[in-house]
């Protein structure tokens, strides 16, 4: 089926920027269906942003304002754009959709380290 790498990740001071990128390949999907994900260590895999069929995309609580979720329909591919960096968005972000999520199947995902 759908498989999804993950690509952008690195090290960034606080403050700093850093832009991830989901390549798609196999399976046709709904891009609507997309959203990243972070895990930081000891911690849950939680959801991060998504795209969504109503009012724009949705953030989690933590990153609204500073990320940004987008697409690029011709190269298959979902980014997220991320600004004012925290320690605490210290994770592994991973791209997914949501029947992805939902059967547990994730691919390598791309490391981010914000430095104090």
């Known amino acids: 089926q759908v498989q999804f790498v993950e690509s952008g990740g690195g090290l960034v001071q606080a403050g700093g920027s850093l832009r991830l990128s989901c390549a798609a390949s196999?399976?046709?999907?709904?891009?609507?269906?997309m959203g990243w994900y972070r895990q930081a260590p000891g911690k849950q895999r939680e959801l991060v942003a998504r795209?969504?069929?109503?009012?724009?995309?949705y953030y989690a609580d933590s990153v609204r304002g500073r990320f940004t979720i987008s697409r690029d329909n011709a190269k298959n591919t979902v980014y997220l754009q991320m600004n004012s960096l925290r320690p605490e968005d210290t994770a592994v972000y991973y791209c997914?959709?949501?029947?992805?999520?939902?059967?547990?199947?994730w691919g390598q995902g791309t490391q981010v380290l914000v430095s104090s």
């Open positions: 997914n959709t949501a029947r992805g999520q939902f059967l547990g199947s």
């Open positions: 795209f969504s069929s109503g009012g724009g995309p």
């Open positions: 196999g399976a046709t999907f709904s891009i609507y269906s």
